[in-house]
């Protein structure tokens, strides 16, 4: 483990920290009567977070995507307004798979940072990152998103990864995050991952032929999310209206808040035709015309969401057209 005050961080040291983590697991391994250790990294995995999040629950899912994503995982803590400063410890995610004496491990760095030092963040972390490997940013803090400086953090990553579900005021997220896109950084929203079973699940009912001919009769698309649905309304109703557009069928779209407990639900509508599906609680109901089908829709966790977007380190021509959509979507309601 090392420190730094407020004088700063030296990269050269945190990695021969590392170095020196390696060789004393490496021992610790075979003075257990095991077979060693074993050193796994696919990608940088860099972790934005603010104080206040939960450590444990967010340790629990950086372990559990270690497994199929091993990483160098560097985790900076957010500490707020105050003194200038950084400071850093280096430790290590180890598991040993079923069957074999031999642990795998992964290596992390934490690093907390105060407001005034953010500046200072990319010259720090690009000299730790895994060398030839993808470098993924994963931004837990609304508000640092919305800062100026988060372009420099952002163009160092092969993809960035945030939630918009989070943020005060969801349009000015779809607006930046389009910007963003704009700009050429590859990005990834996990409210908008959270709808790939809806998604999913609307694509196969259109598998049916009867349902699949009478696509042509939607002429209204209608959207109704509680809060916290905000922005993976404007995606599901971004995405629909451009779906069917690809189909040849003109559909006019509208989003509308509701009330009530958290919820989601989409229309689609016309010529004595309807297809809905909403969600209530943890089910998901599917409605066709007077047919209706309940099927469990348990909400993803941040490791399920992680795992997904982790999986897809390339361009997401979907989302970043359905992204484009939604933003424009957001900014013609009222």
């Known amino acids: 483990m090392g420190e730094a005050g407020a004088e700063g961080i030296h990269p050269e040291r945190v990695l021969r920290e590392l170095a020196d983590l390696w060789v004393t697991l490496g021992k610790q391994g075979q003075d ?13 995995l860099v972790v934005l977070a603010e104080e206040s999040d939960d450590d444990a629950a967010l340790g629990e899912t950086i372990a ?24 850093e410890r280096v430790y290590a995610q180890c598991w040993m798979p079923f069957g074999q004496r031999r642990q795998i491990c992964c290596e992390q760095i934490e690093i907390t940072a ?52 989070g943020f005060a005021d969801p349009k000015l997220a779809l607006r930046l995050l389009a910007e963003m896109a704009q700009s050429g950084v590859l990005l990834g ?58 189909a040849g069928v003109s559909a006019q779209v509208v989003v509308a808040a509701g009330s009530g407990p958290a919820s989601l ?23 066709v015309d007077n047919a209706e089908n309940c099927t469990n829709l348990p909400r993803p966790s941040d490791y399920l969401l992680m795992r997904e977007e982790l999986g897809i380190v390339r361009r997401d021509t979907v989302f970043e057209r359905t992204l484009a959509s939604a933003a424009r979507l957001a900014y013609a309601t009222d």
């Open 64 to 87: 559990a995507l270690m497994p199929e994503h091993p990483a160098r995982t560097i985790v900076v803590k957010l500490s707020g307004a105050g003194e200038r400063g950084l400071a």
């Open 189 to 246: 929203d996990l409210a908008w991952t959270r709808l790939t079973r809806w998604r999913e699940m609307l694509a196969r009912l259109f598998e049916n032929r009867d349902y699949l001919a009478k696509l042509a009769r939607i002429s209204n698309v209608r959207v109704v999310h509680t809060r916290e649905f905000a922005t993976s309304a404007w995606y599901m109703g971004g995405w629909v209206v451009d779906a069917l557009r690809d």
């Open 32 to 44: 257990e009567g095991g077979a060693g250790v074993l050193r796994a990294c696919t990608l940088t």
């Open 265 to 287: 639900s989409v229309e689609l509508a016309g010529d004595g035709f309807r297809v809905e599906l909403v969600r209530q609680a943890d089910r998901l109901i599917i409605t």
């Open 114 to 165: 105060s407001d005034a030092a953010l500046a200072d963040l990319p010259s720090v972390v690009l000299p730790l990152v895994a060398p030839d490997l993808p470098v993924i940013v994963w931004s837990r803090s609304a508000s640092l998103f919305e800062m100026p400086l988060f372009g420099a953090i952002a163009h160092m990553a092969a993809k960035v990864l945030v939630d918009s579900a």
